[in-house]
């Protein structure tokens, strides 16, 4: 079974500052996907970034990029430039491929990293 | 990407009652769940819904407690039966279409009281 662990329950960042949130993971798949949610206090979750396992390419949406290392198992989140709009929750997550068995395309979830932006 | 409407946004129910959430989704999805968020806690699938079938659950959730219903491709429906105070949460829908992430709806904050 997969299992998705965040080790950071809360955060804090200065405003214009960078800062990295951690995830890992453990699966036996090879194809897979990664992503990042923000839930912000309105609850609405929000995708903020997504990465294909077989890209070795890191993925990156303006100020928001990943550390993908699949080797390690490891799925880091970076932040440029926070703002004060970035506070909320941030969840990683993991989901395995259509037609790969079982109950696929279901997103197994972190425990969350609560990110605070300080002005 | 697609629109989601989720509602009731929120309710308080008194418990033994039991509460319908409705989600709308404005294309059609392949995809679509539902999902518990107990408070401060990360998000726990309770079942995808099958269109035109019964729903598929996750273990500790069943049909009687959470029945589910998927009418058509867009459309969707989560029952709280019975409820109690350990049911309060946000319950929240998601549609996917292959090999895509997941769309939410905003969510519905359920209290029983």
């Known amino acids: 079974a997969q299992t998705v662990t965040q080790s950071q329950p809360e955060m804090s960042v200065q405003e214009a500052e960078t800062v990295t949130l951690s995830c890992t993971y453990d699966?036996?798949?090879?194809?897979?996907?990664l992503f990042w949610y923000k839930q912000p206090p309105s609850r609405q979750m929000i995708l903020v970034i997504r990465q294909e396992a077989y890209k070795q390419q890191n993925a990156t949406e303006n100020r928001f990029s990943v550390n993908f290392q699949k080797a390690a198992k490891s799925f880091s989140l970076k932040i440029s430039d926070s703002q004060l709009g970035d506070t909320a929750m941030y969840f990683c997550?993991?989901?395995?491929?259509w037609g790969t068995g079982g109950a696929t395309n279901k997103l197994i979830f972190g425990t969350g990293t609560l990110l605070a932006v300080q002005p | 990407s697609a629109v989601i409407s989720q509602k009731p946004s929120r309710d308080i129910c008194q418990r033994g009652t039991s509460l319908t959430i409705q989600c709308q989704v404005d294309s059609q999805v392949t995809m679509m769940f539902w999902y518990r968020q107990q408070p401060g806690q990360s998000l726990t699938l309770i079942a995808t819904?099958?269109?035109?079938?019964?729903?598929?659950?996750e273990s500790g959730f069943v049909i009687d407690k959470f029945p589910i219903s998927r009418p058509n491709l867009t459309f969707s429906t989560l029952t709280v039966s019975n409820m109690s105070p350990e049911d309060s949460s946000i319950y929240l829908c998601?549609?996917?279409?292959?090999?895509?992430?997941?769309?939410f709806g905003q969510g519905t904050r359920l209290t029983v009281v």
């Open positions: 819904a099958n269109q035109g079938s019964e729903a598929t659950y």
């Open positions: 997550a993991f989901m395995k491929p």
């Open positions: 998601s549609a996917e279409w292959v090999d895509t992430e997941a769309f």
């Open positions: 699966t036996s798949e090879n194809n897979y996907y």
